[in-house]
């Protein structure tokens, strides 16, 4: 049976604890009755994912069966999850290949000839041949890329359509193709409780004029939790469901097909990443020092390219279909068995270690703007209920916070760090001040469109998503951070963790309680 | 310790936090959450090889005999009792002191300590590579598995299969307090299952030499008394827990024997009065108190006190 998530207290049998930092990890020693939050053990992954997709399929959730909704001359069009899901990469097959099989098989049986197949970027870059081919599989690649096999773009008017307006105004445009098929098929990877659910299509298929509407601060600021998606607790969940409906009345039919990943999140030469340290055989205490020492002597770029070459050994948890609610009930319901950690009170000081990777680097860069959304956009947020960290509380985070941007990927961030940072880093005032601007700047609309590189408003978003703990902490303290990049954000470095706690000690005073949120493997604390 | 720092200081930092070379632990808040942990099956049979019998003769007669001799004062009794007894036996002794099977392997004649081995437990003795080898080596001992997953019995009987004697300890762990604890049953079940007798032992005065908790000898001198009792032999159709309910009271009378004379022992023994060894009832700090009694001395006091 699968151990579930539990809180340790540091005592003196407690021995160093693994954090990460960056492309790196290293072994910490935390203060005595420092509360450590470690997820479930990974969930036994479902063995015949053959007979599970296609029982998902003829037996979907509150929709007839997926052949009866296909038939010969109907238009349909698959949507599915970019290369920011899920983190790391999945070890192939990834997920959403054998589903868009099973869909494209069905299909093909059914007489279905009109098929397109989009990539759900939304603003995020455009994702090169070869990686969409290592997530749909060679098959399908070979099949439809380029011409039925394509990146959503959001700045190309004629491949989008408004499909109306919500109660509150707020305008539903996505991918054209999309709302005019006869069946939208979203194919998912849910790898934390804030995706999925009606965040996929009007998120991942919409445009800029549409997403500013709950991408921007005040929704963020009025979403208590981004991790529990009911409307009465998040904002932006709750314009998604809004916009949701507007697609359900435009009579668009969507079958969605979610599904959900295990915490089988490193491969096993690197097992000692997945394992809580005092379960450490010897053999993963060697290992943990040869990667150490590697890490630490490797030049940057080939510590990076390993890094990168990470594929996870996920093991897939869950496949449900049909109607996007009733998905995503069962979805939250698979997600929060792996993830969910029961934590008793706020505490004064929260620690984190950021990894190497976010949603928005893959195959990339960890730039200071995203170190900002990965530690305060998402790991803060990793909580339902309320924050591990009570108002006015410090947040120590580990990482670099390297000085670096990727120039293909991140052209905008380069200009956002340089020219808006230098001048503000309130979130409000960056957003009336320079949105509009970056956002409809023909240079980043360009690149958007024909290179590879993130929309120009992106970086806002980035910013945005830290709005909730910006508001919410009293001080963000980096550890072993880049002195001057944490400065241009608003943040202070610290050389080790101790000089971290006495920098914090003038908000929280000499003794704070302190939790350190032991993740990756992904955790949801569910905070009492 | 930052990128770039020293190997050495992430080595001692890893060997420091991960108490190398000593038993890991567990944090107390996870103890309930901890996997359990599969110790191995720790290969002994080279420690019963001519040339590790020959270190282990050498290491027991000239190294930890002298030790424990001037560290302590054991006194020997009953050793007649095994006159007649062919290997292999079941040495069966309480439990309150490291210093326990030491005392038996250095008492013993040579001709049975050279063919008796130890079981000693998995997860204490054999948790780490050097004790491991330091416990197979001096003791001959062999992991017994204490989570009752039955890998410590199936060596023991095919030890006893092969004729070695054994001893075993069958209240399982050392005496908290000093006095003696319930017997399990598994030194019946082999006996019985492989028809070997029973040696019953009764140290006295270990736990006043050397309680649980402390690794060297209380200084002093102090005197330790062990007694070796006739064998037992299972009985037609004698069931383990009979048999356990023998060993017990063969230890218990060995007791009162060592505590008055044979002769008054045999007499309570006659009339089912022979004082349990399980000590006096009332609070662990009064239990504690009693065993850690040292025993009386006999003869002349050493002239100086040390």
Redesign the interface.
Known sequence: MT?PG??????E????LLVH?GE?F??Q?FPLGTRVVYPPDPLPGIRDLRGAIEQALLHPLGSEPLPELLRPGMRLTIAFDDISLPLPPMRTPDIRQRVIEAVLGVAARRGVEDVKLIVANSLHRRMTPREIERTVGERVFRSFFPRDLTNHDAEDPEALVEVGRTEKGEVVEINRRAAESDLLVYVNINLVAMDGGHKSVPVGLASYRSLRHHHNVETMLHSKSYMDPRPEASAIHASCMRMGKVLRDAGIRIFTIETTLNNETFPREFGFLNK?E???SLAD?AM??AA??A??AAPARLRREVFRRIEAPYGVTGINAGDTDLVHARTLENLHRQQLVEVQGQSDVLVVGLPYICPYNVNSIMNPILVHCLGLGYFFNLYRGKPLVRPGGVMILFH?VPWEFHQVHHPSYVDFFEEVLAETTDPATIESKYEERYATDPWYVHLYRRSYAYHGVHPFYMWYWGAHALDHLGDVIFV?GDPKACARMGYRAA??FRDALEMASDRVGRDPSITYFHCPPLALAEVR | MGRGGSFLDEVRTVAGGFRWGRRPLVPAAAEGQAEPRRPGQFPTAWARTPLARAAREAILTLGMRPLVWTETAPRVYGLENLEGLEHPVLFVSNHTSHLDATLILTTLPRRWRERTATGAAADYFFDTWWKSIATALVYNAFPIDRSGRGRGTASARQMLADGWSLIVFPEGTRSPDGWMQRFRTGAARLAIEQRVPVVPIAIRGAFAAMPRGRAWPRPGRLPISLRYGPPLFPREGEDHRELTRRMYRAVAELFDEDRSTWWEAQHRASRGETPSPAGPAGPRWLRVWEAYRPLPRRGPRPAWRR
């Open positions: 151990r539990f809180v340790l207290e540091v005592d049998r407690t021995p160093p930092e790196g290293r072994l020693r809580r005092w379960e450490w205490q943990y020092l150490k020492k890490n630490d670099p072993g050389t080790t």
